[in-house]
């Protein structure tokens, strides 16, 4: 019982605020902390089409249809990067599940249904 509460409270907590919607017609988008060899990678989102998250959500549940996600992204190999930002556009599936990741140099749009990648972007 107490993991059910736990669970509807993360839900709520990350949820994009839109209309309400049945959890089968939104897409789901989730940052990632990835270790791959000796290289550290962290992806998280900053804003949904331009609205703002709270700096706890990290997982966001968005209507389908095309999004533009304001990310920041830090990774350590082994050498120390600043945190940096930039825009990724994809066009989500009701019912998928994503994923932005980090891999040299880029930024990737997952699906992690089928872990395919969507879109992905090119970092300075």
Known sequence: MMLVICANILIIGCTYPLSPKSTGQLAYVAGSLDFRNVMFSNVFIIAVDGQRLKFWQNKVA????????????????????????????????????YRLEYYYGKILVRNMDNYNIIAQQQLP
């Open 62 to 97: 968005v209507p389908p249809g095309s999004h533009r996600f304001t990310v920041g992204y830090r990774y350590r190999d082994p050498g120390d990067h600043p945190t940096q930002k930039t825009t990724v556009a994809f066009a989500a599936v009701a019912g998928n599940n």
